[in-house]
């Protein structure tokens, strides 16, 4: 009697792990009853019952990372208590991988909404309408801040963060200096660009060549201006120092990818006197660029740069698309807030990513 | 070709990225860490190349005697020591590299970093000068959340560190949240760029 009890107030299911590559079964257990020790038993169809692991009162899952799928198993779990052993049920189940993780469905959906406006856009800019881009004053003063240089008769620095190629951020930097480049060889100005990775190195190279190929002046290109410093954050901020006061750069470009440098370098460039213009999508290093530069682009307006100075209709239109995705986000805000301060959850429980 | 190649690759690499975040059974489930390890691959072979860079334009500099010469012997010593350390003696603790490391490369990395503490008080000064009504703002927001969060804070009045804690929680969270939605648009169009060959300067060509 006692012992049917005591099976009665212990539970446990086993089901496929869910959105999985396979080879996993969750085991869900919960258990009323003090117990001393806890093991998680296992078999196959033709097996005995094996001990895979321990587990301890504060437990209420345990996860078979080791399945073939496919594969019927069997578990049960066997209780020390004071009272004399007590072994669960058996209970059984079969893994299998996913096609789909359906906790991150929302995200397909936001991904396939977002991109279809941007597509809508780009098709619409193709077509020949007109779109309308609001004026970024960072942007507007890149070929300003090269003509002062060219003016002082002073090099133009240009860093593209302390990341890699496979940052995003470093891509939009390298984009941006392209057109920094093509201004600086049509006012016959020389770019530094210290790079903390080699393969930014030779993007940059790649880019600044053709940049001076573009306006005509490839006779004034110099490789050598496009060099490798280190790969260590604080060595390149000291190396980038260095230059700023040696060189004394007329104007400064911070396009890409910083962490704590961020200040470091902002703040030795200001004391030069250059005209600095930084642009990242760093959240945290945001509010350094804002108060030792001159202009910051900020986040979004990084990307937006290089759509905005090529003024090519297919980039723009994937501009307006990005705004009509900032719509529906500010209108999922707005109806998510109200409707949580009425208590209902049902918008945050939607747009939940698991 | 010399175009069109890298651009499909950019479009395979960047659609199969994409699926790969959606579809957690193999041979997906891999694909993400086996394009990392590709990257680095590439990324070291790149480094020999910055090697060389850096060798040539220092070698240079000393040839020409440039202004500066001095800080490339230092370079090049340290560049070529380390190097043989590493190599001859490996990378252990107790290993010259190692001493090299901790007791040269670690301490003059903390020393730049420690130089942040003088950049913030200089910079500070700048952006917290009450010129406008924006600038005043931010310097009382700034000093409230500054003095809420030290001790004396408290001892001057107990709720400044609440007020500290509903600026940081609230209108900042709020600024830092909207920042963080522009950026995640911002990064989807441009990719959307990037893997459509609509945006490819990058490539070295527009």
């Not at chain 1, 006197?273 to 108060?291: D, E, K, N, R, Y």
């Not at chain 2, 009450?130 to 409230?144: E, G, K, S, Y």
Request: with cysteine.
């Amino acid at each position: 009697m006692i012992l049917l009890f005591l099976i009665a107030s212990f539970s446990i299911s086993a089901y496929d792990t869910p959105n999985d590559a396979g080879s996993s079964i969750t085991l869900k257990f919960s258990s009323s009853l003090p117990f001393i020790s806890g093991e998680v038993m296992r078999k196959n169809s033709d097996g005995e019952f094996e001990r895979m692991a321990s587990i301890c009162s504060s437990d209420s899952s345990w996860m078979d990372n080791f399945t073939v799928d496919g594969v019927e198993y069997f578990y049960k779990i066997v209780l020390t208590t004071e009272e004399g052993i007590v072994t669960s049920e058996t209970v059984s189940a079969v893994s299998s991988p996913q096609w789909f993780h359906k906790g991150r469905t929302i995200m397909l959906v936001m991904v396939i909404l977002v991109c279809g406006f941007i597509l809508f856009f780009i098709r619409e800019a193709r077509g020949g309408k007109e779109l309308y881009v609001r004026p970024i004053a960072g942007i507007e003063a890149l070929d300003e801040a090269v003509g002062r240089a060219t003016e002082l008769g002073r090099p133009i620095m240009f860093i593209t963060g302390i990341m890699d190629m496979d940052d995003l951020q470093t891509i939009a930097g390298i984009t941006i200096l392209r057109r920094v480049a093509k201004k600086a060889a049509e006012y016959e100005a020389q770019v530094l660009v210290p790079t903390s990775r080699s393969l930014v190195m030779t993007a940059a190279q790649e880019t600044v060549k053709e940049a001076y190929y573009d306006a005509g002046r490839p006779d004034i290109f110099n490789p050598d201006n496009i060099f490798y410093l280190t790969d260590d954050q604080f060595g390149f901020a000291a190396g980038c120092d260095g230059i700023m006061v040696r060189e004394k750069p007329g104007a400064i470009f911070f396009m890409g990818s910083f962490y704590a440098e961020s200040l470091i370098l902002a703040e030795t460039g200001h004391s030069t006197g250059a005209i600095q213009i930084a642009g990242t999508a760093m959240p945290s290093q945001l509010p350094f660029f804002v108060t030792a530069c001159d202009y910051t682009l900020i986040g979004e307006e990084f990307f937006a740069a290089s759509a905005y100075l090529s003024r090519d209709p297919l980039q723009l239109g994937s501009l307006k698309g990005q705004d009509w995705g900032k719509l529906i986000f500010f209108a999922l805000i707005v109806v998510g807030t109200v409707l949580m301060t009425f208590g209902i959850t049902v918008i945050r429980n939607i747009l939940m990513v698991r | 070709m010399k175009r069109q190649i890298p651009l499909l690759i950019t479009f395979i690499v960047g659609i199969v990225m994409v699926v790969q975040y959606f579809i957690p059974r193999q041979p997906f489930a891999g694909l993400f860490d086996t394009f990392n390890q590709w990257f680095l691959i590439i990324a070291v072979f790149a480094l020999i190349l910055g090697l060389m860079n850096l060798v040539r334009l220092h070698v240079q500099k000393l040839r020409r005697m440039k202004g500066g010469w001095g800080y490339s012997i230092i370079l090049l010593c340290g560049l070529v020591g380390t190097i043989f350390t590493g190599a001859l003696w490996g990378i252990g603790t107790g290993s010259p590299f190692n001493y090299v490391f901790v007791n040269i490369q670690q301490p003059m990395g903390a020393t730049m970093f420690a130089l942040l503490a003088f950049f913030i008080a200089s910079a500070s000064f700048r952006a917290f000068r009450a010129r406008n009504l924006d600038a005043t703002l931010l310097l009382v927001a700034a000093v409230l959340v500054m003095i809420g969060r030290v001790t004396i804070g408290a001892l001057i009045w107990n709720k400044l560190p609440h007020i500290a804690e509903w600026i940081m929680s609230y209108p900042n969270m709020a600024g830092q949240r909207a920042i963080m939605i522009g950026i995640a648009l911002g990064t989807v169009s441009y990719s959307l760029r990037v893997i459509l060959g609509i945006e490819r300067t990058y490539l070295g060509g527009e």
